[in-house]
């Protein structure tokens, strides 16, 4: 097996009190203590009491035309065609048991590849949400049969395995070696990464049990529980510890979580025991004190630690493990954020606001994002805070959507791992067997997992993103269809199809609706203030005809790297727009000489012939989700060297203050401007502020001044 290079291939948070984290998926109704077998089949999630906000089953939203429904399309006849017994292969050779003939998947999915095993974990999450999603009978065939085999493995294990494993409910598809070095503290690549394999296999057989009712699976992953607790439950704290400080070898992806989930449905307290094994102690009790430690530390390694450490908060009680998860997230999604949403360089986290000194060919892995949208997604069921939305759409829209390959395929996931940002790189995709081909293919099987979400006693209904949908709410009688062009324009409407009574329509105003976010029911439109990256509220008694119609007109925008304000990405409202250009070196863009008084880049820059594309500089921008291989800058370099308005050239220098911004950036920061006098009068003011903090001469000064009075920047208006 071939090793990749460094393994693979080698803000806001509201305060207020933690409550409870919700689950990856809705869970069946609760079980019996120690039964081991549902009491019901799946259906609504019996949340604890303390989440504020639940998300619906799966199987409630439907999504509606549009591309992330081609995109979803795209890896549904990937998990049709896909044969099952190549997933199994390296399992049944692992029991002794005949492979059919079956080739493994390959990539690190190979007979004897050290993470063989996880990419069958995904797999499982893969059919499991597409059955629950299509209801087809030939997946949901396909998934019992994934889970029959497993058992046939596992069963095989325990009773002829060579060796025989130390437990019965032993289940992978290598033998227990790599766990018994791991506790003798061997490192990466002599073993890679035995728990997080574990962890694949036992999501995979959860989310077969919660989103399609497969007991089989249950009874599986609880085996494999009483075996972790077996192996874990005796080992010292500082044993444990060290274990997971380990680089590679000790990550365990979201073993904490998948215990912690398991616990709920059986309520056995060995697994709770060992989801507690899993504290990463150091990291851990930083980020509960808000400490940023992160700098050379693996991102996705620690990403989903924090997702169960939420679980665990749930569980327990202990208020650092829910502080800890708030912390994180917010030295993440912000300070160690690409315009996309990804974080990471070459896997690694690197140092608090480096952006623009880390842009290169392997930034942002796309498994780091989606356990960032799973962590969001959970943070915001106990603090229902718009940014995490926010951060959830841009993720969603300009990472995750744009990871999937726009070709067909049904023998690989046509998926990115690594999406550089830095000028001129290409995306690549495939990724059969490694752990970004696995969380891909869930990826695009659960777009309308956090469309809506309701509130814990069922009068708010939270919609939180644009997708096309609808929503199934049979406990309130509720069919209500979200009509959307989303990405490409900002304009929906919400049908209610059936049912009538009060609710509270709760309606996420995008951070990026700085354009204007107006609402109105049944051609009325609706007072209140709507504030960017907050929820806008409808109460009222809805009837079946209710169309609620909200239009929040997208803009061009910058946003600027936080360690170099020049360097800087091109928005049109959610949506980012890149160059396409196969130079490798930053390109060059210059703005405020092409703008008017409302200080608007539309001015500076041309609509193209097609939904979202325009053209500056030469250059064609093209919304980054159209999935192919051709070469793109996410970001440019800011060229503004002299203080000009319009066709005035001041000849003064364009100076940047201590934090990078120029005079000229602060100027137009403060548009749009009422008249030319306001203009001038914005302009004067802010020439003395430069005087006074020795950026301009006197004499410059002046020149500036003049240059704006005897410009004339009316344009159109």
Same mark, same amino acid.
């Given at each position: 097996?071939?090793?990749?290079?460094?393994?693979?291939?080698?803000?806001?948070?509201?305060?207020?009190?933690?409550?409870?984290?919700?689950?990856?998926?809705?869970?069946?109704?609760?079980?019996?203590?120690?039964?081991?077998?549902?009491?019901?089949?799946?259906?609504?999630?019996?949340?604890?009491?303390?989440?504020?906000?639940?998300?619906?089953?799966?199987?409630?939203?439907?999504?509606?035309? &549009?591309?992330?429904?081609?995109?979803?399309?795209?890896?549904?006849?990937?998990?049709?065609?896909?044969?099952?017994?190549?997933? %199994?292969?390296?399992?049944?050779?692992?029991?002794?048991?005949?492979?059919?003939?079956? %080739?493994?998947?390959?990539?690190?999915?190979?007979?004897?590849?050290?993470?063989?095993?996880h990419?069958?974990?995904h797999?499982?999450?893969?059919?499991?949400?597409?059955?629950?999603?299509?209801?087809?009978?030939?997946?949901?065939?396909?998934?019992?049969?994934?889970?029959?085999?497993?058992?046939? #493995?596992?069963?095989?294990l325990?009773?002829?395995?060579?060796?025989?494993?130390?437990?019965?409910?032993?289940?992978?598809?290598?033998?227990?070696?790599?766990?018994?070095? +791991?506790?003798?503290?061997?490192?990466?690549?002599?073993?890679?990464?035995?728990?997080?394999?574990?962890?694949? @296999?036992?999501?995979?057989?959860?989310?077969?049990?919660?989103?399609? &009712?497969?007991? =089989?699976?249950? =009874?599986?992953?609880?085996?494999?529980?009483?075996?972790?607790?077996?192996?874990? &439950?005796?080992?010292?704290?500082?044993?444990?510890?060290?274990?997971?400080?380990?680089?590679?070898?000790?990550?365990? &992806?979201?073993?904490?979580?998948?215990?912690?989930?398991?616990?709920?449905?059986?309520?056995?307290?060995?697994?709770? /025991?060992?989801?507690? #094994?899993?504290?990463?102690?150091?990291?851990?009790?930083?980020?509960?004190?808000?400490?940023?430690?992160?700098?050379?530390?693996?991102?996705?390694?620690?990403?989903?630690?924090?997702?169960?450490?939420?679980?665990?908060?749930d569980?327990?009680?202990e208020?650092?493990?829910?502080?800890?998860a708030?912390?994180?997230?917010?030295m993440?999604?912000?300070?160690?954020?690409?315009?996309?949403?990804?974080?990471?360089?070459?896997?690694?986290?690197?140092?608090?606001?480096?952006?623009?000194?880390?842009?290169?060919d392997?930034?942002?892995?796309? #498994?780091?994002?989606?356990?960032?949208?799973?962590?969001?997604?959970?943070?915001?069921?106990?603090?229902?805070?718009? /940014?995490?939305?926010?951060?959830?759409?841009?993720?969603?829209?300009?990472?995750?959507?744009?990871?999937?390959?726009?070709?067909?395929?049904? !023998?690989?996931?046509?998926?990115?791992?690594?999406?550089?940002?830095?000028?001129g790189?290409r995306?690549?995709?495939?990724?059969?067997?490694?752990?970004?081909?696995?969380?891909?293919?869930?990826?695009?099987?659960?777009?309308?997992?956090?469309?809506?979400?309701?509130? /814990?006693?069922?009068? /708010?209904?939270?919609?939180?993103?644009? %997708?096309?949908?609808?929503?199934?709410?049979?406990?309130?009688?509720?069919?209500?269809? =979200?009509?959307?062009?989303y990405?490409?324009?900002?304009?929906?409407?919400?049908?209610?199809?059936?049912?009538?009574?009060?609710?509270?329509?709760?309606?996420?105003?995008?951070?990026?609706?700085?354009?204007?976010?107006?609402?109105?029911?049944?051609?009325?439109?609706?007072?209140?203030?709507?504030?960017?990256?907050?929820?806008?509220? +409808?109460?009222?008694?809805?009837?079946?005809?209710?169309?609620?119609? @909200?239009?929040?007109?997208?803009?061009?925008?910058?946003?600027?790297?936080?360690?170099?304000?020049?360097?800087?990405?091109?928005?049109?409202?959610?949506?980012?727009?890149?160059?396409?250009?196969?130079?490798?070196?930053f390109?060059?863009?210059?703005?405020?000489?092409?703008?008017?008084?409302?200080?608007?880049?539309?001015?500076? @820059?041309?609509?193209? !012939?097609?939904? %979202?594309?325009?053209?500056?500089?030469?250059?064609? +921008?093209?919304?980054?989700? +159209?999935?192919?291989?051709?070469?793109?800058?996410?970001?440019?370099?800011?060229?503004?060297?002299?203080?000009?308005?319009?066709?005035?050239?001041?000849?003064?220098?364009?100076?940047?203050?201590?934090?990078?911004?120029?005079?000229?950036d602060?100027?137009?920061?403060?548009?749009?401007?009422?008249?030319?006098?306001?203009?001038?009068?914005?302009?004067?003011?802010?020439?003395?502020?430069?005087?006074?903090?020795?950026?301009?001469?006197?004499?410059?000064?002046d020149?500036?001044?003049?240059?704006?009075?005897?410009?004339?920047?009316?344009g159109? =208006?």
């Amino acid at each position: 097996m071939s090793q990749p290079p460094s393994r693979r291939r080698a803000l806001r948070l509201a305060a207020g009190a933690a409550a409870a984290a919700p689950l990856a998926h809705a869970l069946p109704q609760a079980y019996a203590a120690g039964a081991g077998a549902p009491a019901a089949a799946p259906g609504p999630s019996s949340a604890p009491a303390t989440w504020p906000v639940r998300p619906f089953p799966l199987d409630r939203v439907t999504l509606g035309d &549009g591309v992330f429904r081609r995109k979803r399309d795209l890896m549904l006849d990937y998990a049709r065609s896909y044969p099952a017994d190549r997933i %199994l292969a390296v399992f049944r050779a692992n029991a002794g048991l005949d492979t059919r003939g079956a %080739l493994p998947p390959g990539g690190w999915e190979t007979s004897d590849g050290n993470l063989r095993g996880h990419f069958g974990g995904h797999f499982l999450t893969l059919i499991a949400q597409a059955c629950a999603d299509t209801g087809e009978a030939a997946l949901k065939s396909k998934l019992d049969y994934l889970v029959a085999a497993l058992g046939e #493995c596992r069963q095989a294990l325990a009773e002829h395995g060579s060796p025989r494993p130390s437990h019965p409910g032993y289940l992978a598809a290598y033998p227990e070696t790599q766990f018994i070095l +791991l506790e003798s503290y061997t490192t990466y690549p002599t073993i890679w990464a035995p728990y997080y394999t574990c962890h694949k @296999i036992m999501r995979g057989l959860l989310d077969a049990h919660t989103l399609v &009712g497969n007991e =089989q699976a249950l =009874q599986i992953a609880s085996g494999m529980g009483d075996w972790v607790h077996s192996r874990l &439950g005796h080992l010292p704290k500082a044993q444990l510890e060290r274990m997971w400080s380990i680089y590679i070898a000790g990550e365990y &992806g979201g073993m904490n979580e998948v215990m912690a989930d398991l616990y709920a449905l059986t309520g056995r307290p060995e697994h709770l /025991a060992a989801a507690r #094994c899993f504290d990463n102690a150091a990291l851990l009790s930083a980020c509960a004190e808000d400490r940023d430690t992160l700098e050379g530390k693996h991102a996705n390694q620690h990403i989903p630690q924090f997702t169960g450490y939420l679980r665990l908060f749930d569980h327990t009680g202990e208020t650092g493990y829910a502080a800890a998860a708030r912390n994180f997230w917010g030295m993440v999604a912000g300070p160690r954020m690409y315009s996309l949403g990804g974080t990471g360089q070459g896997e690694m986290f690197r140092a608090r606001n480096a952006i623009a000194a880390t842009l290169d060919d392997k930034n942002a892995e796309t #498994c780091a994002t989606y356990n960032m949208l799973k962590l969001s997604r959970q943070l915001f069921f106990r603090t229902p805070d718009a /940014a995490y939305m926010d951060y959830y759409e841009r993720g969603l829209t300009n990472h995750i959507l744009a990871s999937r390959r726009d070709a067909p395929s049904t !023998d690989s996931p046509e998926v990115t791992y690594f999406v550089g940002m830095g000028p001129g790189v290409r995306r690549e995709y495939d990724n059969t067997g490694t752990c970004c081909g696995g969380t891909g293919m869930e990826n695009h099987t659960k777009y309308q997992d956090s469309v809506y979400f309701r509130s /814990a006693d069922g009068t /708010a209904l939270y919609v939180n993103l644009s %997708l096309a949908s609808t929503l199934r709410w049979p406990e309130r009688g509720f069919v209500i269809e =979200q009509t959307s062009d989303y990405p490409d324009e900002g304009v929906r409407t919400l049908t209610f199809r059936e049912g009538r009574g009060r609710l509270d329509l709760k309606l996420r105003v995008p951070a990026w609706a700085t354009g204007g976010f107006t609402v109105t029911v049944n051609g009325v439109r609706q007072r209140g203030k709507a504030v960017p990256g907050s929820y806008l509220t +409808l109460s009222r008694e809805w009837r079946r005809g209710d169309r609620v119609r @909200i239009s929040a007109p997208y803009r061009l925008r910058v946003e600027r790297a936080l360690d170099d304000p020049a360097v800087q990405s091109l928005f049109y409202g959610p949506v980012l727009l890149v160059a396409r250009s196969q130079e490798t070196e930053f390109r060059s863009f210059s703005f405020y000489r092409d703008f008017t008084l409302r200080g608007d880049l539309a001015d500076a @820059i041309e609509p193209g !012939d097609r939904p %979202l594309h325009f053209t500056t500089h030469g250059l064609t +921008l093209a919304p980054f989700h +159209l999935a192919d291989d051709a070469p793109y800058h996410a970001y440019f370099r800011r060229a503004e060297p002299v203080v000009v308005f319009g066709a005035t050239d001041s000849g003064v220098p364009n100076r940047a203050r201590g934090d990078g911004l120029t005079f000229l950036d602060v100027l137009w920061g403060k548009a749009p401007f009422a008249s030319s006098g306001r203009f001038v009068r914005a302009v004067r003011a802010l020439a003395g502020a430069w005087l006074s903090e020795g950026l301009f001469s006197r004499a410059e000064r002046d020149e500036v001044v003049a240059a704006a009075v005897g410009v004339d920047l009316r344009g159109g =208006q």
